[in-house]
């Protein structure tokens, strides 16, 4: 779930943490799962759907106006025959294609209107707002029995001038426990937004409320991700926000669990977690409490030699399990590509742990980890990219064995390990051919940032090369003008 325009809104700050970031144009995309791992259906029919970004699409000759991607499961998995390509250009859909606007910068699905359909909540961040360049927009499509076709509503920003790139950040959840999907949404400042639940047919939510995590705001372009999962058991859906730290001159990356309550997300009660700047939340173990997964993809030094904390040679993973009282944060434990046999050596620049999602693959009530490795070398392929599958046990994830690896070199992949794939920028587990178990999607930047969707399915027990096949910008109705960055932010 990397993105383009995230990275370089955080890039400043970023920098200073690692030394040496991907020079992709875009931070991880949230991964959100809770102990069940609700999973989208826009179009009601029982099988799961997945949706996600072509934000530096042209639209109409305009450059970064950015589309929605939507595909539809069917009993032989996703492709691009069955599926739906939304712009700001759509019939029904709000506002207009416009250079910049990057819809689909970020996204994240619920039945916000509680109609038994799941909807997309769409973020713009480079919508330019009147005379206020790059405000953000929001907007809000909605399913039907015929899916995603556009139809939709813009989401106003409570407060406009106050920040840029409203929308940039968004996280779906019933954060009070009333039975309504509320939305999280982020910008450039550090106040997080929460949209109560009960969102109507004219954008307006069922209330409104903010809350304000110590991280960065403005320098470093407000939360990275915003994550949303149930950790505690509750009826309510806790938040994880990634970001930076206030209190110091780097900026350390900071994420803080904030749980929820009858009376919605509470600060008062947050708590200081493991780094990284993409989350996942799921019941790995099956506790019945949801497990934190962060990725801290970076080098553990930055180029003047500062020690960065927490980091591990070639990229780190940190699962921080959950219980009634929430995180146990006083045993993390820290997964590297030199942990057991997990596939690969641990190697400077990496990135294991550039995106993560959770799914059961297998169906045995354990959840997986599908891990992107984005900037893997192989052979003379330089950053050419891989996907690290790693599966739960009742005593979590297993390092030891039965772990997975693909790369487009792995025998019935589609595609050829090249130079900057970074095949794994990101990953989804969804169950999208009905059977009860978690496929995999892989986003790459193949053909020079046109992207790529890689689909591999499981066969009950394991995920399988068998019927994979990838799916492109041009069979999709995505132009190749530029680089549309298709792929690069999978909905959650």
Same mark, same amino acid.
């Given at each position: 779930?990397?993105?383009?325009?995230?990275?370089?809104?955080?890039?400043?700050?970023?920098?200073?943490?690692?030394?040496?970031?991907?020079?992709?144009?875009?931070?991880?995309?949230?991964?959100?799962?809770?102990?069940?791992?609700?999973?989208?259906?826009?179009?009601?029919?029982?099988?799961?759907?997945?949706?996600?970004?072509?934000?530096?699409?042209?639209?109409?000759?305009?450059?970064?106006?950015?589309?929605?991607?939507?595909?539809?499961?069917?009993?032989?998995?996703?492709?691009?025959?069955?599926?739906?390509?939304?712009?700001?250009?759509?019939?029904?859909?709000?506002?207009?294609?416009?250079?910049?606007?990057?819809?689909?910068?970020?996204?994240?699905?619920?039945?916000?209107?509680?109609?038994?359909?799941?909807?997309?909540?769409?973020?713009?961040?480079?919508?330019?707002?009147?005379?206020?360049?790059?405000?953000?927009?929001?907007?809000?499509?909605?399913?039907?029995?015929?899916?995603?076709?556009?139809?939709?509503?813009?989401?106003?920003?409570?407060?406009?001038?106050?920040?840029?790139?409203?929308?940039?950040?968004?996280?779906?959840?019933?954060?009070?426990?009333?039975?309504?999907?509320?939305?999280?949404?982020?910008?450039?400042?550090?106040?997080?937004?929460?949209?109560?639940?009960?969102?109507?047919?004219?954008?307006?939510?069922?209330?409104?409320?903010?809350?304000?995590?110590?991280?960065?705001?403005?320098?470093?372009?407000?939360?990275?991700?915003?994550?949303?999962?149930?950790?505690?058991?509750?009826?309510?859906?806790?938040?994880?926000?990634?970001?930076?730290?206030?209190?110091?001159?780097?900026?350390?990356?900071?994420?803080?669990?904030?749980?929820?309550?009858?009376?919605?997300?509470?600060?008062?009660?947050?708590?200081?977690?493991?780094?990284?700047?993409?989350?996942?939340?799921?019941?790995?173990?099956?506790?019945?409490?949801?497990?934190?997964?962060?990725?801290?993809?970076?080098?553990?030094?930055?180029?003047?030699?500062?020690?960065?904390?927490?980091?591990?040679?070639?990229?780190?993973?940190?699962?921080?399990?959950?219980?009634?009282?929430?995180?146990?944060?006083?045993?993390?434990?820290?997964?590297?590509?030199?942990?057991?046999? +997990? @596939? $690969?050596?641990? =190697?400077?620049? !990496?990135? /294991? %742990?550039?995106?993560?999602?959770?799914? &059961? #693959?297998?169906?045995? *009530?354990?959840?997986?980890?599908?891990?992107?490795?984005?900037?893997?070398?192989?052979?003379?392929?330089?950053?050419?990219?891989?996907?690290?599958?790693?599966?739960?046990?009742?005593?979590?994830?297993?390092?030891?064995?039965?772990?997975?690896?693909?790369?487009?070199?792995?025998?019935? +992949? @589609? $595609?050829?390990? =090249?130079?900057? !794939?970074? /095949? %794994?920028?990101?990953?989804?587990?969804? &169950? #999208?051919?009905?059977? *009860?178990?978690?496929?995999?999607?892989?986003?790459?930047?193949?053909?020079?940032?046109?992207?790529?969707?890689?689909?591999?399915?499981?066969?009950?027990?394991?995920?399988?090369?068998?019927?994979?096949?990838?799916?492109?910008?041009?069979?999709?109705?995505?132009?190749?003008?530029?680089?549309?960055?298709?792929?690069?932010?999978?909905? !959650?």
């Amino acid at each position: 779930m990397h993105k383009p325009l995230r990275l370089a809104l955080a890039t400043a700050a970023a920098v200073a943490l690692t030394g040496g970031l991907l020079t992709f144009t875009a931070v991880s995309a949230t991964a959100a799962d809770s102990t069940s791992v609700p999973q989208a259906d826009f179009n009601g029919d029982g099988i799961g759907d997945t949706a996600f970004s072509a934000d530096g699409a042209y639209v109409n000759g305009r450059n970064g106006a950015g589309q929605v991607v939507v595909l539809y499961g069917t009993k032989t998995g996703v492709s691009s025959a069955k599926r739906s390509t939304i712009s700001q250009n759509t019939a029904g859909s709000p506002g207009t294609a416009e250079a910049g606007d990057r819809f689909g910068g970020d996204t994240a699905y619920a039945d916000f209107n509680g109609d038994g359909y799941d909807d997309i909540a769409v973020g713009s961040p480079g919508e330019d707002v009147g005379s206020d360049k790059d405000g953000g927009g929001l907007a809000i499509l909605w399913g039907s029995a015929s899916g995603i076709t556009g139809k939709g509503v813009s989401v106003a920003d409570p407060t406009p001038t106050a920040h840029d790139y409203w929308g940039k950040n968004l996280a779906a959840g019933d954060f009070d426990g009333d039975g309504k999907a509320d939305l999280a949404v982020g910008s450039s400042a550090a106040t997080v937004y929460v949209l109560k639940g009960g969102i109507n047919a004219s954008g307006v939510p069922g209330g409104k409320y903010t809350i304000k995590p110590p991280i960065m705001g403005s320098d470093a372009n407000g939360p990275l991700n915003l994550t949303a999962g149930n950790i505690n058991g509750g009826p309510e859906t806790d938040l994880v926000i990634d970001g930076f730290e206030t209190d110091t001159d780097y900026g350390w990356n900071k994420n803080y669990y904030v749980p929820g309550s009858s009376g919605g997300l509470n600060m008062s009660w947050s708590e200081t977690l493991k780094p990284g700047v993409i989350t996942a939340i799921g019941d790995i173990d099956h506790d019945g409490y949801g497990d934190i997964v962060s990725g801290a993809y970076w080098n553990p030094t930055t180029e003047d030699g500062t020690t960065v904390p927490d980091a591990g040679k070639g990229g780190k993973v940190w699962v921080t399990y959950g219980s009634d009282g929430g995180p146990i944060t006083t045993n993390a434990t820290g997964i590297t590509q030199d942990t057991g046999n +997990v @596939p $690969g050596t641990a =190697e400077g620049n !990496d990135f /294991f %742990g550039y995106e993560l999602d959770l799914g &059961d #693959v297998n169906g045995d *009530g354990f959840l997986d980890l599908a891990i992107g490795v984005a900037g893997e070398n192989i052979g003379s392929a330089a950053n050419t990219g891989a996907v690290t599958v790693l599966y739960g046990t009742a005593s979590g994830l297993n390092t030891a064995s039965g772990a997975q690896s693909f790369a487009q070199s792995t025998a019935g +992949v @589609p $595609g050829n390990d =090249e130079k900057d !794939d970074y /095949f %794994g920028q990101d990953v989804k587990l969804d &169950d #999208v051919t009905g059977d *009860g178990r978690a496929d995999l999607l892989v986003g790459s930047r193949e053909n020079a940032d046109n992207g790529a969707v890689t689909y591999l399915p499981s066969d009950g027990t394991k995920i399988v090369t068998s019927g994979s096949r990838t799916l492109s910008p041009s069979t999709s109705g995505v132009s190749t003008t530029g680089t549309p960055f298709f792929g690069a932010n999978f909905a !959650d």
